[in-house]
């Protein structure tokens, strides 16, 4: 195993989720830098500008993720992803184990072999998603009152419609595609860590994102910060912060 | 839709609970006016000094809270009810919804239509209520242990003493009259944020205020807030900062 | 009753969990004693060096710790037990409660009278538990990914280490004898407080400390702090703020 230590200089990949790109990622980026590391923020397939919603897939998604971190020959990897991203770290992590130190889920999906991510939500998000791709050949857009209320519901009017402003469809199939893993990820021997931002209602609290997907882990480390499933845009500080506890050795 | 911009001047009426008076919530309120915003804090009928509590019920204190808007006139109101005060600002908002912005319900109990108060706690609660209506003639006194310990555990003995102090026994039928409204309040086209002080014990974290009775609110938005179930006197700044992080845009 | 005032000086006794000694609670134990109080922290039979870990027993203990109350002729008492610890001093309360004006529960366990620690675990444990019986004569020792993981999860590594080497083997008697109490803890005359640190997965979060084990003491007050199931490592401050509030009147 590499390097131990708390001052090292640490290698983290930081996966977007839904409807977002790696550019909203930076803020946070930009503060783990500070503490000494390298951050990479990758807009994948599917989020980026042009993208053909009908045809984009799951698996080209999580292709595009392997790739870059190919390409890149980045080794030690502290990978994080945020919600859907959740989805993307998942597949790349069985496909390339060696270059993962650690796998961060941020407010994410944890699949269980098999799995899409609509199967991890409440029923009205999948009646929603299908709704969209009828309607919109295959585009899936985030209407603002949700986004408002049960997204972003620590920040105020502005920043709110601000930030809803740089989201982007993302295609249907990131959400119906199964995720063919070929084990549970409890039996991956990758660190894992779950970060639980305590504000988040994007899941129902009734529903949430931890305990409940969190535990499909196995043994993982714990990680609570403050606010909601946007704190990339509320409180780049406090997330930074527990990504950073979270990804450490 | 009037001002969505955070640094307008907004129009707040805050409900007190059960046992309270307007003036308990004032310390919340001047924070709140600090902000620029227009504070109300009335005492509602049951909870004035010389009530007949035999005779008072849940509908005079919707009566009163509904006359209070029109007589001043208020609109674009942020309606605040913390615990009981729930009932009456959801009484409220079937009455006279043009005049209400956003509902903001505070560690406050959601009523589907038909249920009383009493309906959403524990059973021991009830016998509790029910108990000391026959000993002392309609009026519910809260005793000083479940005070000091489920209520204001986040005071020192003081402070809980003083608090105690100028509570008022609460008229019964305020706990157990049925709430008659025509819809779900899920139904009801107005803002509704719950504010959720996460060291509330007085309902049991078993049997919890968020998401029991948060989620019948339908799309709603969610604020946690230090504290106890009487934060109004421990943490009024913190509390201030959440209902405004409820009550804006 | 005693003082009630919040600026008295109190008597502290702060009982360590399993594997622990209580020289690990002295960080604590220094920000208490800095609030002008008068705290304790012995190490109790089953967890000093050199201690047989095949005999020694959970009654050896909590006899240790009444023998301990008593010797010092400790009155008016707030004792605190963490984790294991709560195993102690439920016990210790039944036998001396004229000594205890509140018992401490900080992550602690809350038996029903007759239950092992073992009972109040994920099955897991138990079998890890009885593993280690047999392979180690009679002592228990934390593995180091579950303790860093799942124990101390808001360390660094390099704290998570260093607290780790001061850690001791557990006699496993004290993991699965039965407490015999006589009655319900829910029963006893003596003030209660649950301290929850809201970052503590040493139970996990689908079979959580609070409120599956806390709701056991009947009215109780709740106090949150921050951090693991090892705050009193990672931060002391927090905690020892903790326990006052959890202790005061």
Redesign the interface.
């Known amino acids: 195993m590499a390097n ?3 001052s090292s200089k640490d290698t983290y990949v930081l996966v977007h989720g839904a409807w977002h790109t790696g550019e909203t990622l930076e803020p946070t980026a930009r503060i783990i830098r500070e503490q000494g590391h390298d951050v990479h923020c990758p807009t994948l397939a599917g989020n980026r500008p042009g993208d053909d919603y009908a045809k984009l897939s799951l698996q080209d998604a999580i292709d595009d993720l392997v790739a870059y971190l190919e390409k890149n020959d980045l080794k030690d990897v502290r990978l994080m992803g945020h919600s859907y991203g959740g989805m993307l770290i998942s597949g790349a992590a069985e496909r390339v184990p060696e270059r993962i130190r650690r796998l961060v889920y941020v407010n994410a999906f944890v699949p269980n072999p098999g799995e899409c991510l609509a199967d991890m939500t409440p029923p009205n998000f999948r009646e929603l998603f299908d709704a969209m791709n009828k309607a919109n050949n295959g585009a899936v857009v985030l209407p603002y ?2 986004w ?3 997204f972003i ?2 920040a ?3 920043l ?1 419609q601000k930030a809803y402003d740089v989201l982007h469809p993302q295609p249907y199939r990131c959400f119906v595609d199964p995720l063919p893993l070929k084990a549970p990820l409890a039996a991956l021997e990758i ?1 894992k860590s779950y970060v639980n931002c ?2 988040d ?1 994007a899941m ?3 529903l949430p994102w ?3 997907l ?2 499909r882990l196995g ?6 910060c403050a606010g909601s499933h946007e704190s990339l845009f509320t409180q780049p500080e406090a997330l930074a912060k527990a990504i950073i ?1 979270a990804g ?2």
Do not use: K, M, Q
């Open positions: 131990n230590n708390s009152p949700i408002r209320e049960a519901n620590d105020d009017g502005e709110a660190g305590v504000e209602t129902p609290h009734s931890h305990p409940r969190s535990e043994l993982f480390r714990y990680v609570a506890a450490r050795d």
